[in-house]
């Protein structure tokens, strides 16, 4: 496929907006769900779905407490589970994605989680957005992962008309520096959640504003 092409005068305003996120959040990978290693962040992103990462920190910090191991979550009774993560949202769904996940994971990988998108995407529960999760956070590879945060300001900055999440990877990936993948979503989750609101946004106060397609519209 070929490279999206951007004129000088676009690709600055780009480099401009990457260059203010970097001062503004730093450039340190981290993501916002506690986790102590890949399984445990895999479960927790399983449970993101539908629900703030602030709701899963708090049922996490009980929950790995509870079930230390994969083994634990493989052989976890599905209506005990569903109450643990019942303020989660989907318990239903999630519980026995999570139980199956797990189970895989032990069976087929000996307990590892798998780095490759493609493998990563055969377990239950796990899309893309949830793989590239794990390939940027664990693995270090480049990724993008497409929230409902992402999704929303990168159609304002101007990124991508799309607004399927595989198209809006894609043209991310096309149109941003590797290095910055998965740096972009962690940067924009804060930027969506204090200021780039889905409801009145406070343009105003945005230290991109002067580079925003949304704002100067």
């Known amino acids: 496929m070929a490279k999206r092409r951007v004129s000088k005068k676009e690709q600055e305003r780009i480099d401009r907006i990457l260059d203010a996120l970097n001062l503004e959040y730093g450039s340190n990978v981290r993501t916002y769900l506690h986790h102590e290693n890949a399984w ?3 479960i927790a992103t399983i449970l993101s779905a539908q629900c703030t990462d602030q709701r899963v920190n708090i049922v996490t910090k009980d929950l790995f407490q509870k079930y230390k191991s994969l083994e634990d979550f493989a052989n976890a009774d599905p209506a005990e589970l569903e109450q ?7 318990y239903k769904n999630k519980a026995k994605n999570i139980i199956a996940c797990a189970n895989r994971l ?4 000996n307990g590892e989680v798998p780095r490759e998108l493609e493998e990563l995407t055969t377990l239950a529960g796990v899309g893309r957005k949830t793989a590239n999760v794990i390939r940027g956070n664990i693995y270090n590879e480049p990724s993008i992962v497409v929230d409902t945060h992402v999704k929303r300001i990168s159609n304002r900055l101007g990124f991508t008309k799309e607004e399927d999440p595989v198209k809006i990877e894609f043209d991310l990936m096309d149109l941003l520096p590797r290095e ?3 740096l972009y979503n962690i940067q924009i989750i804060a930027l969506g959640r204090s200021i780039c609101t889905a409801r009145n946004p406070i343009c105003s106060a945005c230290f991109l504003k002067e580079d925003c397609i949304y704002y100067k519209g």
């Open 40 to 42: 445990q962040l895999l």
């Open 84 to 90: 643990d993560i019942h303020s989660t949202g989907f």
């Open 106 to 109: 032990i069976t087929e990988y």
């Open 180 to 182: 910055q993948w998965i």
